[in-house]
C-alpha cells in the first residue's frame, strides 16, 4: 500500500485528504466520510482504508472543512456543507483518477454519505458504520448548551475533549434535514454495521435507517465493537465484509478469470494470468477457486500466497492428512496434527548430507505438533508415517513434466 498526500477544493477553501492506494493498477475507487469533529486519520477511517487497499481497492479519506489539515473555520460549517464537501471529493476522484463507485461512512460522516449518495451518479453501494439516522443526533454531544448558542449565536462547546465553536445556524441546518426522505430515496445498495454496544449512537438508529430505506439493504452486527473502532480487527472486519458484500452491486470487484480457450476437466487445474497485474494469477482446481500472487517486495499485490506458499501449503496438508488417516486406521488418541513449514535456498556445501555439490539446493523444514493422549512410541510411529505422505514421496522422486502448446 501507499498513501499520497491530496488537496482538492472544499465550500471553504482546500480540502486535505489522502489517496491510499494499493500495488498495482486498483480494482475501483472508494470516497471514506470521517465522523463529527473527527478527522481522516482517525482510526476507523486509516485503518478501514488501509485494509481496503490490501484488497485492491483504492479509498479517499479527507477533512471536511474546519477540521484536521483543512482550510476554513468550524463554526461556518454544518451538515449541507459537509454533503458539499462529500461532492467535491467525489468529482475530484472523478476527475483526477476515477469516480467512487462505494461510499463509505462512520458517525455522522455515514448520515452524510446517505444524503450525499443521491448525488453521485457512479456510487453503486453505501457502507455505513455507527451512523445516526437524524444528523440532529449531533448536536446531542453539547444538548445543555443549545438554548446559549440559539442565543448568543456562536458557544465555544466541548466535544470529545476539544473544544470547538458552534453556531445557531450549524443547529438550525442539522434540525433541518430530510433524512428519511433521501433515504426512501437512495437507490444503492446499503450495508449497515453498528455496535450493539456504542454508547455514542444508539443502536436504535441502525434500526430506523434500515426501515426507511428500501431494498437491497443489509445490518451487519459489530459484537463487541466500540463507535471508533479503536481495536483493530474491528476495521479489518468491517473492510473484508464491505469488499465481499459488494462484490455483488460492483462487477469491478468480482474476481473472474479471464478468458481462455483451455477448459479445466474434473481432477485438472487451470492457471490463468491476471493482466495489467504482474504475478497475480486466477486458479481454478479441481472446482476450488482461490488466488496466486507474490508479495509486495518482489513486485506483486499480495493478493494470494505464493506459488511456494502453496507448494509448502501441499505439502502440510498432506502430512497431516496422512498422519491422521494412520491413526484413525489404528485408532489411537489423536485429536489434532499442526505443520509449520519454511522454504529456502541454501549453498549446496552447506548442505552435510546432501548428494548435490554445486549451487544451490531447496531445503524445506518441517515441523509437526502432535495433540492428544498420545504415547511417546506412537508419537515416533507418526513422525515416521509423515515421511510417507504422497506429497513429500513426490518432491523426493524423480518427476516428469510433460508440456505443450495449447
Known sequence: MRSEKVMFDGTGGKLAARLDLPVGTPLMYALFAHCFTCSKDVFAASRVSAALTSLGIATLRFDFTGLGESDGEFENTNFTSNIADLLQAAEFLGEKYEAPKLLIGHSLGGAAVLAAAGDIPSAKAVATIGAPFDPAHAGQHFIDQHDQIKKDGVVKVDIGGRPFNVSRQFLEDIEDQAQAEKLHHLRKALLIFHSPLDNIVGINNATNIFVAAKHPKSFISLDKADHLLSRKEDAQ???????????????????????????????????????????????????????????????????????????????????????????????????????????????????????????????????????????????????????????????????KIETSMA
Open 237 to 399: 472486519y468491517v473492510a473484508e465484509v464491505i469488499a465481499s458484500w459488494a462484490r455483488r452491486y460492483i462487477p469491478e470487484l468480482s474476481q473472474n478469470m479471464p478468458k481462455t480457450r483451455l477448459k479445466p476437466e474434473a481432477g485438472e487445474t487451470l492457471v490463468v494470468g491476471a493482466p495489467p497485474a504482474k504475478f497475480l494469477q486466477y486458479v481454478e482446481s479441481n472446482g476450488h477457486s482461490l488466488l496466486a500472487d507474490e508479495p509486495l517486495s518482489y513486485g506483486g499485490t499480495n493478493r494470494g500466497p505464493s506459488p511456494y506458499d502453496l507448494l509448502l501449503s501441499s505439502l502440510g496438508a498432506c502430512t497431516s492428512m496422512t498422519i491422521r488417516m494412520y491413526a484413525d486406521r489404528k485408532k489411537w488418541p489423536l485429536e489434532n496434527v499442526a505443520v509449520k513449514l519454511q522454504h529456502k535456498k541454501i549453498h549446496a556445501e552447506d548442505c552435510a548430507d546432501c548428494e548435490t555439490t554445486d549451487g544451490k539446493i531447496d531445503v524445506m523444514t518441517r515441523e509437526i505438533e502432535l495433540t492428544g493422549d498420545l504415547s511417546d512410541e506412537q508419537k515416533s510411529r507418526l513422525m515416521e508415517i509423515a515421511d510417507r505422505c504422497p506429497v513429500h514421496k513426490t518432491l523426493h522422486s524423480e518427476v
